[in-house]
């Protein structure tokens, strides 16, 4: 080859994601069933989710609309007829023996999302009832356990599988496009997106290929990522893994990988290829389902605000920097509450502060979330017009904050309470300063013969004896008067 | 044409144990039935639309806990019972 080159091949990075929500709805997608979390084992189940002969299962109205809904803010078509068919495997997490899912017309098809400036198209997005659980009793996974434990409780749950193109091309980018989907179903109120817990799965479909080709590199599918972060850790390593076989003359096999989260690491399942031949067929206990296009429409009537949609009206209604209000959207409880305190101030600016600077370090270092706690967006907008008023000073809001965020007490009763009103008359300020003064009098030779900075310590002391009520303008107009001599 | 492997392979998917002979036999069988299916396939259909069409509105259930089974009732079938949980032979092959 020309100049026969030895540099490496430079690879291109292929992802697809095929990310699993679960509905929020009351009951499972085909029994009446509740779905609930955390409740004893087998207590949500009957003789549908069971699987147990003669039963037929009845489509859950919600569960459609959910994922309707889920679908059009995926800017997906939505079908006008679609199917539920049998997916079948042997696993005892599934009594069935089949999985109700939808194979060849999904309820929602050809959507996509914008992810850093690139669209990343959305194949589709279809029904299906999630499996149950097996727990390993006792000895969990030595040698001599020879029994597992069933629990069906989430057998039947409604899932949404939303499936990608494999569009992305970097781990960064898949991340991003896992995080915005949640944000969309959150907001949307279908599903928790809590990965963690399991309410939202990410797979990814991973494969490298030279630099300019055009046919894909064989794939590896990824499961077991508990977090966006390990998401893209989980891909980084495999597109080593990958670039290393291909480097050293190897050949990538397709197969599916757990990621390992204490190793870092992704190993293989070793899942017998037969396990994939499912033979769906068309579902005969449930009719195909019409979907009419007056219904999709009262649906998109009714679609709540959308991340994007309040990233854009928080920088144009309340003049918010476009890294506050991707902070604010983020976090949807954050932004909830924001357009809830905004009814009771204008200072917006400082309100995200709060939001965004105290309140989110409090949060964080107990461990709450902002709907855990008494905080309410009133007292917060209340206490945000009390220090811009200059009833209290900032260091005093900071002060009462713990007891607005625990107690619910509304914030002018907190510094009644406390005796935190901001002390703005000038002869007692000026009383405390002289006493500062004489109290410290090397300092304030020190400060007279130019050590200036000590200007900052006398400001303290000064608010440290009205027990931080003093004004703090006044204390540093009249310390540096009365320090001058 | 079902081949007596493709049988073995359906058969080991379905966890079904085949004598030979039965292999054999279904091979046969099966493949008599898909040939029927096939001359489907020659109809004429140029002038027909085959569409899916629901002839009755589809049943929906509104999303309301409407029973609550007793767990015991639910589980008095199973071989095994461990503390509420279906007992069931380790899996090794914790794939899929
Ligand atoms: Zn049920």
Same mark, same amino acid.
């Given at each position: ?11 291109e990075?292929?992802?697809?994601l095929?990310?699993?929500v679960?509905?929020k709805?009351?009951?499972?997608l ?10 004893e084992?087998n207590q949500?189940t009957?003789?549908?989710?069971l699987g147990?002969?003669g039963v ?6 919600q ?8 679908g ?6 939505i ?19 089949y999985q ?8 929602c ?5 914008e992810?850093?400036g690139?669209?990343?198209?959305i194949l ?16 969990a996974?030595?040698?001599?356990s ?8 989430r057998a ?5 599988e939303?499936v990608?193109?494999?569009?992305m091309?970097?781990?960064e980018?898949?991340?991003?496009y896992?995080?915005t ?11 928790d997106?809590?990965?963690e817990e ?7 479909n991973?494969?490298i ?7 894909y ?5 990824l499961?077991?990522?508990?977090s966006f ?9 495999e597109v080593?893994r990958q ?15 757990l ?13 017998k290829e037969?396990?994939h031949d ?5 579902d ?5 389902l019409?979907i009419?296009p007056?219904?999709v ?15 854009n009206?928080?920088?144009e ?6 890294y ?15 357009d809830?305190?905004v ?7 400082a ?17 709450k ?6 905080l ?15 009833q ?11 007891d607005l ?8 009763m907190l510094?009644k309470?406390?005796?935190l009103?901001?002390n ?5 300020i000026q ?14 030779a020190a ?8 200007f900052?310590f ?5 608010m440290?004896a009205s027990r ?12 540096r008067?009365?320090l001058?001599? | 044409?079902?081949?007596? =492997?493709t ?8 966890? $079904?144990e @085949?004598? %030979? &002979?039965?292999?054999h ?7 008599k ?5 096939? =001359?489907l396939a ?7 639309t $085959?569409? @899916?069409v %629901? &002839?009755h ?8 806990q409407t029973w609550?089974?007793d767990?015991?009732?639910?589980l ?8 509420g949980?279906?007992?069931v ?8």
């Amino acid at each position: 080859m020309a100049g026969a080159l030895t540099t490496q091949t430079q690879y291109e990075t292929v992802i697809g994601l095929e990310v699993h929500v679960q509905l929020k709805t009351q009951t499972k997608l085909f029994c009446a069933c509740s779905t609930q979390f955390g409740v004893e084992q087998n207590q949500n189940t009957c003789p549908i989710c069971l699987g147990m002969p003669g039963v037929l299962p009845v489509l859950n109205r919600q569960a459609v609309e959910y994922g309707i809904l889920a679908g059009l803010a995926l800017n997906c078509g939505i079908a006008l007829i679609t199917k539920f068919d049998r997916k079948q495997y042997f696993y005892p997490d599934l009594p069935k023996g089949y999985q109700i899912s939808q194979y060849d017309l999904p309820v929602c098809h050809d959507g996509y999302l914008e992810i850093m400036g690139q669209k990343i198209r959305i194949l589709r997005a279809h029904l299906e009832e999630d499996a149950g659980k097996l727990v390993h009793a006792g000895a969990a996974g030595l040698a001599g356990s020879t029994h597992s434990l069933v629990d069906l409780n989430r057998a039947g749950v409604p899932l949404l599988e939303i499936v990608s193109q494999p569009d992305m091309r970097s781990s960064e980018q898949a991340r991003l496009y896992a995080e915005t989907l949640r944000n969309i179903v959150r907001y949307l109120g279908v599903c928790d997106g809590n990965l963690e817990e399991g309410s939202m799965r990410v797979e990814a479909n991973v494969s490298i290929r030279p630099l300019g080709s055009e046919t894909y590199g064989t794939k590896t599918e990824l499961k077991n990522m508990n977090s966006f972060r390990s998401i893209q850790k989980a891909i980084d390593y495999e597109v080593a893994r990958q670039t290393e076989l291909i480097d050293s003359g190897e050949r990538v096999i397709q197969e599916s990988r757990l990621w390992n989260e204490a190793t870092g690491t992704t190993a293989s399942m070793r899942s017998k290829e037969e396990a994939h031949d499912y033979r769906y067929f068309p579902d005969p206990d449930l009719r195909p389902l019409e979907i009419s296009p007056e219904w999709v429409e009262r649906i998109r009537q009714a679609m709540p605000e959308l991340p994007l949609q309040r990233l854009n009206r928080l920088q144009e209604e309340f003049g918010l920097s476009e890294y506050d209000a991707s902070v604010l959207v983020e976090l949807k409880e954050l932004g909830d509450f924001f357009d809830e305190a905004v009814e009771h101030t204008s200072h917006y600016k400082a309100l995200t502060n709060w939001l965004m600077g105290d309140i989110t370090a409090y949060l964080k270092n107990n461990h709450k979330n902002l709907e855990d706690t008494r905080l309410t967006p009133k007292n917060l907008a209340l206490m945000v017009q009390m220090v811009d008023s200059n009833q209290i000073s900032s260091a005093i809001a900071k002060k009462i904050l713990p007891d607005l965020i625990e107690t619910g007490t509304a914030p002018d009763m907190l510094v009644k309470e406390k005796g935190l009103i901001q002390n703005s008359d000038e002869s007692q300020i000026q009383q405390i300063c002289q006493q500062v003064i004489v109290e410290n009098a090397e300092e304030v030779a020190a400060f007279r013969s130019g050590k200036e900075k000590l200007f900052g310590f006398f400001v303290g002391q000064v608010m440290k004896a009205s027990r931080g009520t003093a004004n703090p303008e006044v204390v540093n107009r009249l310390m540096r008067e009365l320090l001058k001599g | 044409m079902i081949t007596e =492997e493709t049988v073995l392979h359906v058969a080991k998917l379905a966890r $079904l144990e @085949l004598t %030979p &002979e039965e292999t054999h036999r279904y091979a046969q069988e099966l493949s008599k039935i898909l040939h029927l299916v096939d =001359e489907l396939a020659d109809l004429d259909l140029s002038s027909s639309t $085959l569409e @899916l069409v %629901p &002839e009755h509105p589809t049943l929906f259930r509104e999303d309301k806990q409407t029973w609550n089974f007793d767990r015991q009732d639910l589980l008095s079938n199973t071989p095994e019972e461990e503390n509420g949980f279906f007992r069931v032979p380790k899996i090794l092959d914790e794939g899929n």
